[in-house]
């Protein structure tokens, strides 16, 4: 089969000829239709990306969708011929999806939307599990709550949004003034954060009360932010890039509580894979009732051209997900 291969970090990626991966028990063949592309993958590339324990060289892409083409033993819950997608390689030192064919496990995937592309497919795994472990698996978000998402436009967070509202939510997300016509076309009602500060936006909002919960998929200051975002008592942060070091008082003088969100972790530590795929199929269902789109970059990208994808999600200036199409 033919694979991308990163040789090196920062280097060219090399288009190479591998020997076509063999199912084992509990795991799925899979066709690769198409792969998106995540700051996740740039960052493991550039050597950026330790915690997700891929040394190189090695085939990238977490997010796959395709076709199962081959059962391992003991699969009973798809067929040959059904199409799946999931996050289910590229990290931990397996094999991603930047190939024809990649041996997953099975407990990671779900069938595909039938009412959705294989490139949308794809890039919906990594940010729909993080945005339904943030709000759902930790906040338990609710109908009738306040919901404010940091990064509304973003790759998870324009999925939050959305999850948020099929849940029953008001929803409120915040981004920069290019992106908040976007935000408002997933639903949400957009805060301009360079205009308006927490106060501010609370206190149109909220009444000063704080948000229910707050999702912050930007880290760094905004974590401080959505500390001070939360209402009192009954507020619940979530964020799935709170690494740095950060002050809690403001959180604890709200009695406020925090979760972190590490996606990864089932790939890592083979622990929790089941889950996955049971998220996954949510994401199916929220497609196939309308309550579920994607953003996409409009740009078209092959295995033949997969440095210039990487360099067009490195470099910022994509306007929603990065797909590369495989077959």
């Known amino acids: 089969m033919q694979a991308v291969v990163a040789v090196e970090h920062n280097a060219p990626f090399?288009?190479?000829?591998?020997?076509?991966?063999?199912?084992?028990?509990?795991?799925?063949?899979?066709?690769?239709?198409?792969s998106a592309v995540n700051p996740l993958d740039t960052k493991i590339h550039a050597g950026k990306g330790g915690h997700a324990r891929?040394?190189?060289?090695?085939?990238?892409?977490?997010?796959?969708?395709?076709?199962?083409?081959?059962l391992g033993a003991g699969v009973s819950a798809f067929a040959v011929?059904?199409?799946?997608?999931?996050?289910?390689?590229?990290?931990?030192?397996?094999?991603?999806?930047?190939?024809?064919?990649?041996?997953v496990d099975a407990d990671l995937l779900a069938r595909k939307p039938r009412n959705l592309s294989m490139r949308e497919a794809a890039a919906l795994p990594l940010v729909f599990i993080t945005a339904w472990e943030g709000l759902v698996d930790r906040a338990n978000v609710r109908s009738g709550?306040?919901?404010?998402?940091?990064?509304?436009?973003?790759?998870?967070?324009?999925?939050?949004?959305?999850?948020?509202?099929?849940?029953?939510?008001?929803?409120?997300?915040?981004?920069?003034?290019?992106?908040?016509?976007?935000?408002?076309?997933?639903?949400?009602?957009?805060?301009d954060y360079r205009a308006s500060s927490v106060e501010q936006y609370m206190a149109r909002h909220t009444a000063g009360e704080g948000f229910d919960v707050v999702y912050d998929t930007v880290g760094g200051a905004t974590l401080d932010d959505s500390f001070a975002a939360a209402r009192t008592y009954t507020g619940h942060v979530v964020s799935c890039l709170g690494w740095g070091e950060h002050k809690l008082a403001p959180l604890s003088f709200r009695a406020a509580t925090y979760s972190g969100v590490f996606t990864l972790?089932?790939?890592?530590?083979?622990?929790?894979?089941?889950?996955?795929?049971?998220?996954?199929?949510?994401?199916?269902?929220?497609?196939?009732?309308?309550?579920?789109?994607?953003?996409?970059?409009?740009?078209?990208?092959?295995?033949?051209?997969?440095?210039?994808?990487?360099?067009?999600?490195?470099?910022?200036?994509?306007?929603?997900?990065?797909?590369?199409?495989?077959?």
């Open 265 to 327: 972790l089932p790939l890592l530590t083979g622990k929790g894979r089941k889950h996955h795929g049971e998220i996954m199929a949510q994401a199916t269902r929220m497609a196939e009732a309308g309550q579920l789109r994607i953003l996409l970059d409009d740009q078209r990208f092959t295995l033949a051209t997969v440095h210039e994808a990487y360099q067009r999600v490195s470099s910022a200036i994509a306007k929603g997900k990065v797909v590369i199409d495989i077959a």
């Open 81 to 103: 011929g059904d199409e799946v997608f999931g996050m289910a390689g590229g990290i931990g030192g397996n094999q991603g999806a930047l190939a024809q064919y990649i041996a």
């Open 14 to 34: 090399e288009l190479h000829t591998l020997d076509m991966p063999e199912p084992g028990p509990g795991q799925v063949l899979v066709q690769v239709m198409a």
């Open 145 to 191: 709550q306040t919901v404010l998402v940091h990064g509304g436009a973003g790759g998870v967070g324009h999925v939050a949004v959305q999850i948020a509202r099929a849940l029953g939510a008001e929803v409120f997300a915040t981004g920069s003034a290019h992106s908040l016509a976007t935000i408002e076309s997933f639903g949400a009602t957009a805060i």
């Open 54 to 70: 891929q040394p190189l060289p090695a085939v990238l892409g977490m997010d796959l969708a395709g076709v199962v083409a081959k």
